[in-house]
C-alpha cells in the first residue's frame, strides 16, 4: 500500500511518485452500467437515508441536550413517516445506521428489515474514518456489522462511511468484511469497480453526490454562521431534474436523505413526489442499494462471459 504520509514540504514540492501514489489509492475502474435493469426497466431508483439520529451530537462529544432531541425526533417521527409513505407506495429503500443509534433504537431497526428494506453499515458512532489509524477503523467497522446482524438477524452487505470520510484503509477493511458494495464515494453517476492500488476488489460503488443529498440544502448550526436554507420546491425541482436525466441516461438514479432532515411536514412532500414523478415514467425499479449492486456485478460477469 502507499504511504501517504511519506510527501515533505508543500504540495507542489512533491515528488511525482508521491502525488500519483496518493491519486491511485483508491480509484473508480470498470464502469458498471447495465444495458437495461430489472425487468427491462430502463432506470434504477436507489431511495437511502442515513439514520444518525443522536450520533450527530455524540461523535463530536457533544452532549447538548437539544440536538440529541433533535436527533430522536428522527427515531420517533423520522423513519415510521418515511416507513409508512415507502409501504403506501411500494417502494423498497436501504437505511445507513451508526452502532450506537441501532443500539438506542434497535426496535426501529428490526421494523426496517421486517418491512423488506435494507440496513447498511454507517460507522460506530458516526466517527471520521480519515483521523482513526487503521486498527481502530477496522475494531470499529467490524463492531458496527456485528452489531447490526445481533439486532437485524441480517449481516449487512454494504457500507456507506459516516460523512461519506473515506479513509486509505477504508476499502482495505471492506474487502476484509467480505462487502457486496460501498456508498461513499462519487467518482462516477453509474455504478462502478473499486480499485485498490490499481487493482479490481470486486465491490461495487453505489455512488453518492452532494447534489442529491437533502442535507446539504436545510442543514442549520445554532451556534455558528452554517445556516443555508433552500426551498423545499427548489429542492424538489434539483431532485427531479437529476431522476429526469438519469432516466433518458438509462442510469441510475440515487439519493440520499435523513429521517430528521427530509419528514418535517413541510418537506417530507419532496420525497413523496419524486416517487410519483417516477412511478409515472412506467419503467423504473425501485430498488435497495444492495440489489442495485448485485444487478450491475451480475450484468458485468454475463457481459464479461459473452464472447
Known sequence: ???????????????????????????????????????????????????????????????????????????????????????????????????????????????????????????????????LPYDVERDLMFRSTDTLETITGVRPVGLRTPSWDFSPNTLRIEEELGLLYDSSLMADEDCYDLLLDGRSTGIVEVPVEWIRDDAVYFMMHRFQSLRPYTPPSAVLDIFLREFDAAHAAGGLFQ??????????????????????????KGDVWFATHAEVAGFVKRSAALQHETP
Not at 36 to 49: E, H, I, N, Y
Not at 62 to 70: H, P
Request: include cysteine; glycine fraction near 8%; proline fraction near 4%.
Open 1 to 131: 500500500m502507499n504511504d501517504a504520509t511519506s510527501g515533505t514540504g508543500e504540495p507542489w514540492q512533491w515528488e511525482e511518485a508521491h502525488w500519483r501514489g496518493l491519486v491511485d489509492q483508491v480509484r473508480a475502474g470498470r464502469r458498471l452500467a447495465p444495458s437495461s435493469w430489472k425487468d427491462g426497466a430502463r432506470c434504477a431508483v436507489a431511495l437511502s437515508f442515513d439514520s444518525d439520529h443522536e450520533t450527530n451530537e455524540l461523535r463530536e462529544g457533544g452532549k447538548s441536550i437539544g440536538r440529541m432531541a433533535w436527533g430522536q425526533y428522527g427515531n420517533r417521527v423520522g423513519v415510521p413517516r418515511i416507513l409508512e409513505l415507502l409501504k403506501r407506495h411500494d417502494v423498497k429503500a436501504s437505511f445507513y445506521v451508526p452502532a450506537v443509534a441501532a443500539l438506542l433504537h434497535p426496535d426501529e431497526q428490526r421494523r426496517v428489515v421486517a418491512e423488506g428494506h435494507e440496513i447498511g453499515i454507517h460507522g460506530w458512532i458516526h466517527e471520521l474514518n480519515s483521523v
Open 255 to 280: 439519493l440520499t436523505m435523513h429521517p430528521h432532515v427530509i419528514t418535517p411536514r413541510s418537506r417530507i412532500w419532496i420525497l413523496e413526489e419524486v416517487i410519483r414523478h417516477a412511478k409515472a
